[in-house]
């Protein structure tokens, strides 16, 4: 029976599971009630997971190929400070800087920024990386979750809670799979957003709001991807991606 005076006592240990464990399915509904909006599930997912560890920076990345040496798709970083949030999303290759650094985690390598930002921030134990297998042709996900290095440096729990929620978290990349194929990725970044929003769903007036473009660009950006792929019309260009 405890004591209740130690700090490991037996009732605290499992209180603590309990609140995490809880605090795991609470996000886990809140990922779940998002709408169908392929970034903005990135972005609430590295948000959640970074303060349930207390992660100061975060990445969420695909390589087509399971390879992430090479160019991959970067879905979303954010960069958490405190109660407040800055996010910076992207579906594009590797950009200089905090995301190149991040990146770093996944495929270690020379470079300048990179050796910047390892002397900033990535340096162990105070980074964490967890690796998903999407499909059968070998496309995985990964996210890097990040401290600033004057912080301590991540637990064996944290590790852990990282890569049981993320290996739960399968379904919330379904939408990008379509993005990692070779006549996708030859698109540029604009018509490539906007198939990622009308694979999910969306009209052409939602997508050009959820990418704060105009209606007119966005029929533009449709009509490329009708030339790109050959279609007449959008049940047509979304039929390439529909599996019996």
């Known amino acids: ?57 975060g990445l969420c990345a695909i390589a087509p190929h399971g390879d992430f040496s090479e160019p991959v798709l970067v879905l979303s970083m954010m960069s958490l400070r405190g109660r407040s949030s ?78 049981v929620f993320h290996s739960q978290m399968r379904w919330i990349y379904k939408i990008d799979l379509p993005m990692a194929s070779k006549e996708v990725l030859s698109l540029s970044a604009r018509p490539r957003q906007t198939l990622q929003y009308l694979l999910a769903g969306y009209s052409e007036k939602q997508a050009a709001a959820a990418l704060n473009l105009s209606t007119n660009t966005v029929h533009h950006y449709v009509k490329h991807l009708y030339r790109h792929f050959g279609v007449s019309s959008r049940s047509e260009l979304l039929s390439r991606w529909v599996r019996e």
């Open 1 to 57: 029976m405890s004591n209740g005076m130690s700090g490991n006592s037996d009732s605290e240990a499992l209180w603590f599971d309990a609140k995490l464990v809880g605090e795991m399915l609470q996000l886990s509904t809140q990922l779940h009630q998002v709408p169908h909006d392929p970034v903005e599930c990135k972005q609430q997912l590295l948000e959640g997971m970074a303060r349930l560890i207390g992660a100061d920076y």
């Open 86 to 163: 800055k996010a910076k999303v992207f579906y594009r290759r590797p950009s200089p800087g905090i995301t190149q650094g991040l990146l770093q985690c996944l495929a270690p390598g020379a470079g300048p920024a990179a050796n910047r930002y390892r002397k900033a921030v990535h340096s162990l134990p105070r980074q964490i990386v967890s690796k998903i297998s999407l499909d059968g042709n070998g496309t995985k996900a990964a996210i890097v979750l990040a401290r600033r290095a004057k912080r301590p440096g991540f637990s064996n729990l944290d590790r852990t809670v990282v890569e």
